[in-house]
């Protein structure tokens, strides 16, 4: 794990709450952290850089603009291939998420996880071909996991250490 | 079911162009608007109105999984009549951020986030305890996307 000290939890507790809709919202963010502006921005460039935030800006709820066609599809992949397929998989633009993952066995045997959204459940269906035939995972047990229902959708917390920011 | 929002091009614009490299500076609206040839205010009230529609979830950042804590999968496999209640009752928990239904026997999915792993097991031991099932717990081991956002 990245180190990060207490003031930096407490800022991504902050931005999991959203950064305000205001002229100055870095300086608003540090007056409630007793953090000036400039250190705000400094954080965040640090923990940017560091990769501990992947990604700054504004986070799009796809499910509200119509993609609602949600596949996780996931294969059972040797060990030693499951990388090089993953990082296949992640090459097509419409796989918006790839990783690989602990098995659970008996009840989970597969490791390897895709993610496809769309409008349309055919569209995505033809995509998941798509990628079963061009990366040669047809021959691996898969299975295709359709979303039909979100129930929550919201930032990441983190627990203790941040708790005492809000 | 609501019906899906429609964008106008300035707004798909905006929503294309800052899911990543948010400016860093003391006004980053200000820098926005700029860039799109608008007013600071303009771009204020875009933003507040696509988060009233929904579609906006808010301006933020996605956190490494594991490099700020700790952050898991989990699925449950929920008998179908029970799966409404389960799924509340699984949503009430403060580490459970994201939570869908899939179709499989396992119908469940979510995503948890904690201090630690310890905190983690103890959430899944909460959620065994008050739901009588056993969750899987599958852990990230390597991740092959680089997340850019979702062009729309």
Redesign the interface.
């Known amino acids: 794990?990245?180190e990060?000290d207490d003031k930096?939890?407490q800022l991504?507790a902050r931005?999991?709450?959203?950064?305000p809709?205001?002229?100055?919202?870095?300086?608003e963010i540090g007056a409630a952290l007793g953090l000036s502006?400039a250190d705000v921005?400094a954080r965040?460039?640090h923990?940017l850089t560091?990769?501990?935030?992947?990604?700054?800006?504004?986070?799009?709820?796809?499910h509200?603009?119509?993609?609602?066609a949600?596949a996780?599809t996931v294969w059972d992949a040797p060990d030693d291939e499951?990388?090089a397929l993953?990082?296949k998989?992640?090459a097509y633009?419409f796989?918006?998420?790839?990783?690989?993952?602990?098995?659970?066995l008996p009840?989970?045997p597969y490791?390897l996880f895709a993610m496809v959204?769309g409008k349309a459940r055919a569209q995505v269906l033809t995509q998941i071909d798509q990628l079963n035939d061009q990366v040669g995972l047809r021959r691996l047990p898969h299975?295709v996991?359709?979303?039909?229902?979100?129930?929550?959708?919201?930032?990441?917390?983190?627990?203790?250490?941040?708790a005492n920011a809000r | 079911m609501a019906r899906p929002q429609s964008l106008s091009r300035r707004e798909t614009d905006l929503l294309n162009r800052y899911q990543r490299d948010f400016p860093l500076q003391p006004r980053p609206y200000a820098a926005m608007a700029e860039a799109m040839d608008m007013a600071e205010d303009d771009v204020l009230a875009m933003l507040a109105d696509l988060q009233g529609r929904g579609v906006l979830g808010r301006v933020g950042a996605t956190v490494q999984p594991n490099s700020a804590g700790a952050s898991t999968l989990a699925a449950l496999a929920v008998p179908p009549a029970r799966l409404e209640a389960v799924a509340d009752q699984v949503s009430a928990f403060d580490e459970v951020n994201h939570n869908y239904a899939r179709e499989h026997e396992y119908n469940l999915w979510f995503v948890l986030t904690a201090a630690d792993d310890a905190a983690l097991d103890q959430a899944l031991a909460k959620i065994e305890a008050s739901t009588g099932l056993s969750p899987i717990k599958l852990p990230l081991e390597a991740e092959y996307h680089i997340d850019l956002g979702f062009p729309l």
């Open positions: 794990m990245i990060i930096d939890h991504l931005l999991a709450d959203g950064l809709l205001v002229s100055q919202p870095y300086a502006e921005i965040l460039r923990l560091m990769g501990v935030i992947r990604r700054l800006g504004l986070i799009v709820r796809h509200e603009l119509g993609y609602r949600n996780m499951a990388d993953g990082a998989l992640a633009p796989v918006t998420l790839c990783y690989r993952r602990r098995r659970q009840h989970w490791n959204h299975r996991l359709f979303s039909n229902k979100r129930y929550k959708q919201d930032a990441a917390r983190f627990g203790t250490g941040l």
